[in-house]
């Protein structure tokens, strides 16, 4: 956590580095937020100020960081500053089927990666109906029909809690760039070790040390058929 008692560097070196925020890649970016994130107050200030003016686009994964900094902080106007202007948090909770993501939203905003992992399967059970919610697991023809925008809505919370690491689209991107081999892919992603599968939970890696495309688990326990219906789903090619 930002100490918010403490204030490092000048105001032209703050003032360098939010230009260069403004200005710079998205690599660059998120090393910035990290080291306007070591100012103290000040450096918090240019944060909100760069979130605040992207309110209007797209979120994208540094804004997930700049928030990830300012929810993490005890700067008391950094937490009045997302109350007031993202009170469900960074990422736009749409759904077709009235499901609410507010709860998914928070466990990762917390990093409680397992926990929103669990509730990533309830959810996509939801999306399915009520047999789906009682048996707690899915049929991969209940995924080829899941709505686009609650996928996206799913993705884009893991993607952008994650800095970028984690999500449906990382691993389908990473399954795509192997020939869609699985077993290679499972290798890639930290879910099998040589021929033993990774057991669950106390083998999986529940933080930002996994390996990219760790999770969230897609109900890897039961065959390739239900993943391969969901990354191939359709939303994924717009």
């Known amino acids: 956590?930002?100490?918010?008692?403490?204030?490092?560097?000048?105001?032209?070196?703050?003032?360098?580095?939010?230009?260069?925020?403004?200005?710079?890649?998205?690599?660059?970016?998120?090393?910035?937020?990290?080291?306007?994130?070591?100012?103290?107050?000040?450096?918090l200030k240019v944060l909100m100020e760069f979130l605040l003016k992207r309110r209007e686009i797209p979120v994208n994964i540094v804004d997930g960081k700049v928030y990830q900094v300012l929810y993490q902080s005890d700067f008391p106007e950094a937490k009045e500053f997302l109350q007031a202007n993202f009170p469900q948090g960074i990422v736009p909770l749409k759904s077709e089927s009235?499901?609410?993501?507010?709860?998914?939203?928070?466990?990762?905003?917390?990093?409680?990666?397992?926990?929103?992992?669990?509730?990533?399967?309830?959810?996509?059970?939801?999306?399915?109906?009520?047999?789906?919610?009682?048996?707690?697991?899915?049929?991969?023809?209940?995924?080829?029909n899941f709505p686009s925008t609650d996928l996206q809505t799913i993705n884009k919370l893991w993607l952008i809690h994650s800095e970028g690491k984690f999500g449906f689209s990382v691993q389908r991107e990473m399954w795509i760039g192997l020939r869609k081999n699985w077993e290679n892919l499972w290798v890639k992603i930290g879910w099998k070790n040589g021929n033993n599968w990774t057991r669950y939970p106390n083998e999986f890696t529940w933080s930002l040390d996994a390996p990219r495309g760790h999770l969230p688990l897609s109900n890897q326990l039961r065959g390739v058929r239900t993943i391969s219906s969901l990354l191939s789903h359709p939303v994924w090619e717009k």
């Open 1 to 43: 956590m930002t100490d918010p008692t403490i204030s490092y560097g000048s105001n032209s070196d703050i003032e360098s580095l939010s230009l260069q925020l403004t200005e710079g890649s998205e690599k660059n970016q998120k090393q910035l937020v990290d080291k306007l994130a070591t100012f103290g107050n000040e450096g």
């Open 98 to 144: 009235n499901i609410d993501y507010s709860q998914l939203q928070k466990l990762l905003a917390n990093r409680e990666f397992e926990a929103a992992d669990r509730l990533t399967l309830q959810k996509m059970c939801e999306l399915a109906g009520e047999e789906a919610v009682k048996r707690k697991w899915l049929y991969f023809s209940e995924v080829e």
